[in-house]
């Protein structure tokens, strides 16, 4: 028999030595084929999967999800051999069973993984009950979570088919007052971090102003059709502020500026980083150079990560630098909050909710698709003369677009 190829923890950037096991995509004894993503691990960036060396039978996982491990670290292996004839049933499964019967217990839907398991234990549940949505039909946490949350509202849980004659039944009680105790991810620890350095770091300051969509409106109805046809992605709201941010960066340079040590350092060039709801949370992947981007590069940008981010692929250079943020939170409801400026930047701008409202318009009162925004700035190296104008910059710009394109 050949000897076991080792699957390390790789190298995922210069100053990045551990790592968090995240989701194992395949079940210890499942035939992998070489390339094939086998387990995703989680860094203080982002999320990345480690690939299959080799084909063969997946052996020895020596870290599950959860559990921290350092670059170099061997976490399992791939045992060579002869690919099975059957890889849905019958030879495929009959083998995988034998191997995951000390870490997974198979089901007619497939097995249950081990992060999984300890969740039905803990909640007095059988697998049978739980809809398994994971890849080959596999049982994840996620899938226990979930069902986990359905069932508060129900008045008991039910039981597996096993135990129905019994009389003891998993009430609401017990999983409304249960516990679970788990460490950080290292997306949110770095996070947390970066969260408490900016609050000790810098001098926040936040101005605000709101914004008459309604133009902008009119321009993305005018011209989505066509725009989608020739550029194969929506024309959204996101490519007006960060192209309207370009213009306001220009005129505000201290914003789009940093501290260095006892030096301001002013870029002439803006790379915009653009919050995004990923599979782990919000991530920020950075759009380079915007100011040479048309609407439609923007938009194709953001798409692809959103995809990235979704599935959980974003790499850490996307997450690398950045000059000025934009923060979205209207997508989740947000009517107005104060975002966070990311270190080492200067200013981040938060959109929120359009709500159609009362305004005075010509000596009439109207209503108009209206939304607040939000400038937190560094008062260290941002003026609040330049932090009010800068804001202005963005509402003059968005509510006459064509501003944008006849650079005034």
């Known amino acids: 028999m050949s000897e076991a190829i080792q699957v390390e923890v790789p190298t995922v ?9 995240g989701q194992w995509l ?16 989680e860094t203080e960036k982002a999320s990345v999967q480690i690939p299959a060396p080799a084909s063969g039978f997946l052996r020895n996982i020596s ?5 921290f491990a350092n670059v170099g670290d061997v976490i399992a292996a791939i045992e060579p051999g002869e690919k099975p004839a059957e890889t849905s049933s019958g ?33 007095g549940l059988s697998a049978s009950q739980v809809p398994a949505r994971g890849p080959g039909g596999r049982l994840l946490k996620e899938d226990v979570l979930a069902f986990v949350r359905e069932q508060k509202s129900s008045p008991t849980l039910p039981t597996p088919p096993e135990s129905r004659s019994e009389t003891s039944l998993v009430t609401n009680d017990s999983v409304l007052r249960s516990e679970e105790i788990k460490p950080l991810s290292m997306l949110r620890r770095t996070i947390a971090a970066r969260l408490v350095e900016a609050q000790q770091t810098a001098a926040l300051l936040t101005t605000f102003n709101e914004i008459d969509m309604d133009p902008v409106m009119k321009i993305r109805k005018k011209y989505k059709d066509q725009f989608l046809e020739r550029h194969g992605v929506k024309l959204g709201f996101m490519s007006f502020f960060a192209k309207a941010a370009v213009e306001a960066l220009r005129r505000y340079p201290a914003v789009n500026a940093e501290i260095r040590g ?47 981010a979704g599935e959980n692929r974003l790499q ?25 400026v990311n270190p080492p930047q200067s200013g981040i701008l938060g959109l929120h909710s359009i709500q159609q409202r009362p305004v005075a318009l010509d000596g009439n009162v109207v209503i108009r698709p209206m939304m607040y925004v939000a400038l937190t700035y560094d008062h260290r190296i941002v003026d609040g003369r330049e932090a009010v104008g800068f804001l202005k910059t963005i509402k003059d710009v968005i509510e006459d677009p064509a501003r944008l394109f006849l650079e005034l």
């Open 13 to 21: 950037g210069e100053s990045i030595s551990e790592v968090q096991i």
């Open 26 to 41: 395949k079940a210890e004894g499942d035939w992998v084929n070489s390339g094939e993503d086998l387990v995703e691990i």
């Open 63 to 67: 870290k599950q999800e959860e559990e």
């Open 91 to 123: 030879t495929a499964k009959s083998a995988a069973t034998a191997v995951n019967s000390q870490t997974s217990k198979p089901e007619a839907s497939g097995f249950v993984m081990p992060a999984a398991q300890r969740l039905l234990d803990e909640h």
């Open 262 to 308: 006892d030096d301001v350092v002013y870029r002439h060039y803006q790379d915009i980083g653009v919050a995004i709801g990923g599979g782990k949370g919000l991530v920020v992947p950075v759009l380079r150079n915007v100011e040479r981007m048309s609407f439609a590069d923007v938009e194709q940008s953001i798409g692809n990560f959103a995809r990235q």
């Open 316 to 340: 850490p250079t996307d997450l690398i630098g950045g000059t000025f943020t934009i923060s979205n939170g209207g997508v989740y409801g947000s009517l107005l909050s104060t975002p966070i």
